[in-house]
């Protein structure tokens, strides 16, 4: 069975502050793919990486980077100098290969990040 | 272009009534996949719908089913509604089947159970 934990519910820190939200996945699979999505209030979830189980580079993207870590099944998401506007539920899931569109997510990380 | 739209935006009903919900997928998207998101939950897989064929089925019970219609827009309902069905329903579509590509998201149909 597919499992992704994220153990911190919730987190508050001041805009500025470097922020890691926590993610750790069971599969027995080895092949299998894991995203980041991010969900404002507004509802939507939107993506934000995806990496699949033989790629354990890590990855930058602007504030953002990833740290993938076969060995300890956690696939940890950073924000540098977090800022207002990053205020949301960030999701972590697993997808087994070829397994379609279902993806099993993880319970979320609220992230509030107070000026 | 649009994104994934779905309707309606909110909805309230009374236990034991049924409900639709509609989803129409990004243009050129073939597959789309429903999830319920219960308050404070991550998303939960219901269905993926790829060429009008059901390709994958979550852990709901039969009063929960889909479709997906020629122009590959879907349709989500469930009957008999009881007061744990309270949720956020999610509708993601994507390019294929079995491709890597990322879902895409709306915003969800946010139903209210009485």
């Known amino acids: 069975a597919q499992k992704v934990t994220q153990a911190q519910t919730e987190i508050s820190v001041v805009e500025k502050e470097d922020v890691t939200l926590d993610c750790v996945y069971e599969?027995?699979?080895?092949?299998?793919?894991l995203f980041w999505y991010k969900q404002p209030p507004s509802g939507e979830l939107v993506f934000l990486i995806r990496?699949?189980?033989?790629?354990?580079q890590n990855e930058i993207s602007g504030r953002y980077s990833w740290n993938f870590q076969k060995s300890t099944s956690s696939f940890n998401f950073t924000i540098t100098a977090s800022q207002v506007v990053d205020s949301a539920v960030y999701f972590c899931a697993l997808r087994r290969n070829n397994a379609g569109n279902m993806l099993t997510f993880g319970g979320g990380t609220r992230l509030m990040v107070k000026p | 272009d649009a994104g994934v739209t779905q309707s309606p935006t909110h909805l309230i009903k009374t236990r034991g009534q049924h409900v639709t919900l509609r989803c129409s997928p990004i243009?050129?998207?073939?597959?789309v996949s429903w999830y319920q998101q219960v308050l404070g939950q991550g998303p939960q897989f219901i269905f993926q719908y790829y060429e009008k064929e059901e390709r994958g089925r979550g852990n709901f019970p039969d009063r929960f089913s889909a479709r997906q219609f020629p122009n590959y827009s879907s349709e989500l309902n469930v009957n008999a509604l009881l007061l744990g069905d309270s949720a956020l329903y999610l509708c993601a579509s994507s390019l294929g089947s079995t491709n890597v590509s990322p879902l895409h998201f709306g915003n969800g149909t946010r139903l209210t159970v009485t």
């Open positions: 599969t027995r699979d080895t092949t299998y793919y």
């Open positions: 243009s050129g998207h073939k597959s």
């Open positions: 990496r699949n189980s033989f790629d354990e």
